[in-house]
């Protein structure tokens, strides 16, 4: 879709028809790096191709990593158990699965100097708590800014074998130590700073990845895993759907009052952001608190639902997306307040949305500023399909997990006014 601009014309009937999500980004990106980290030849079905996931592909090719596409949603990967230094830094765009899980593993696995990169936006993302660990394990490792780039001085491995990491930011730092763990060449424990992890739903999903190739882990406590050193064995694994990217799906069903077969029930889902659904089915009478600590991403699915709910919503639990691709607590303020002035406000790090459903059936001449971040421009669609004037500004970012969403939502008889560059 070549455009800048996507004005989303409400459908005059109920969306209904069958879509079948993604693959799930973080599985895929998980799943992705294990099989490289892994000795032999892995097979990785009902994967997710989008930005996020080919910069991964890319910078394990660059490591030496053998990484194949024979099928839309199939990646077969070739690790050698190693990881070569690549000629020159690795640039992974807003990946930031990529940018905070190669790190660690490069730590680990390769030998010499590498440099983790991103772009303008990864820039701004933090990284300096696992940089601070990957010190304490004697890696020199160095992000002046606190935000990529990093640069790896690696050895090929650690000289301890117990780490500590604040996870307050994020737990795809923890995610990063634990994948790297089972190639540490001894029994390795990380450990927690205290309690505070964003979204804890993600290092299960982690967990569960890594077992899947071969590795022990045991949770001894809630903030203390140990992992032992039996590197990783290639695996055969099928990724099941993106829970973040059905959300939309939910969402649209929950405001069209269609029926949308996603092909998957929502109980089947492991990831953190299936929580949702529930949530999502209580529509047009969402509860008054919603603790989106545990389901981050798909809080602008919510936040644009509670627009149009019969009462007001707060978020709590969210200070962690502001650290996201954008600060998203302030997008969503800004994208709600463009559709009605009042309709939204921030109070510390809550997210307050004074729900309206006499918007539904308005024009709402309305410019959402996505601030390039997919999960902005794919929540805000939403509204587009009850009120009319909703513009989507740089529609393409959402290529970052779901390339096809406008498509998708095509497919259910959503039309739009395009507007092409130039």
């Known amino acids: 879709m070549n455009t800048e601009r996507l004005t989303i014309v409400p459908p005059a009937t109920a969306l209904s028809g069958v879509v079948a999500p993604p693959g799930s980004k973080s599985i895929t990106n ?10 032999g030849v892995s097979r990785l079905t009902g994967a997710l191709k989008s930005d996020d996931t080919l910069y991964m592909a890319d910078a394990l090719r660059a490591m030496g990593v053998g990484v194949e596409e024979p099928e839309e949603t199939v990646f077969v990967v070739t690790g050698t158990g190693r990881l070569a230094p690549p000629d020159q830094p690795l640039f992974l765009g807003n990946a930031g699965t990529a ?4 790190p660690a593993a490069i730590a680990a ?10 772009d303008q936006h990864m820039r701004k993302r933090p990284i300096k708590p696992l940089v601070a660990a990957l010190r304490s394990l004697g890696v020199a490792a160095e992000a002046p800014t606190g935000c990529p780039p990093v640069t790896i001085h690696a050895t090929a491995g650690f000289s301890a074998d117990h780490v500590v990491i604040d996870a307050g930011l994020s737990s795809q730092y923890v995610s990063a130590l634990l994948m790297a763990a089972p190639c540490a060449g001894r029994p390795f424990t990380v450990e927690l700073a205290g309690n505070d992890i964003g979204a804890r739903g993600y290092i299960d999903l982690t967990v569960a990845a890594m077992r899947a190739f071969g590795a022990s882990v045991e949770q001894e406590s809630p903030s203390r895993w140990r992992i032992a050193p039996t590197g990783y064995r290639a695996a055969d694994y099928r990724i099941e759907p993106d829970a973040s990217a059905a959300t939309y799906l939910w969402g649209a069903e929950a405001l069209g009052g269609g029926r949308i077969d996603i092909g998957t029930p929502s109980s089947d889902f492991t990831q953190p952001d299936a929580l949702a659904y529930e949530v999502i089915a209580s529509f047009p009478h969402m509860p008054a608190v919603i603790d989106g ?11 644009v639902l509670a627009a ?4 007001t919503v707060r978020f709590t639990g969210i200070s962690n997306l502001r650290v996201k691709e954008c600060d998203r607590v302030r997008a969503l303020s800004l994208g709600l307040n463009a559709m009605k002035e009042g309709l939204a406000r921030e109070e510390g790090d809550d997210l307050i949305v004074e729900g309206d459903p006499s918007l539904a059936g308005q024009h709402l001449p309305a410019e959402i500023d996505t601030f390039a971040d997919h999960r902005i421009a794919m929540s805000f669609a939403l509204a587009g399909l009850k009120s009319s004037g909703i513009t989507i500004l740089d529609p393409k970012c959402v290529g970052k997990t779901y390339p096809g969403y406008w498509d998708a939502l095509a497919s259910l008889g959503v039309t739009y006014l395009e507007e092409v560059p130039g």
């Open 30 to 39: 998980r799943a992705l790096l294990l099989a490289g980290l892994a000795n």
């Open 99 to 102: 940018v905070r899980f190669l």
């Open 293 to 303: 600590s545990q389901m981050q991403d798909a809080v602008p699915t919510l936040a």
């Open 308 to 311: 149009y709910n019969a009462t």
């Open 109 to 118: 696995l390769a030998t010499g100097e590498v440099i983790v990169d991103g």
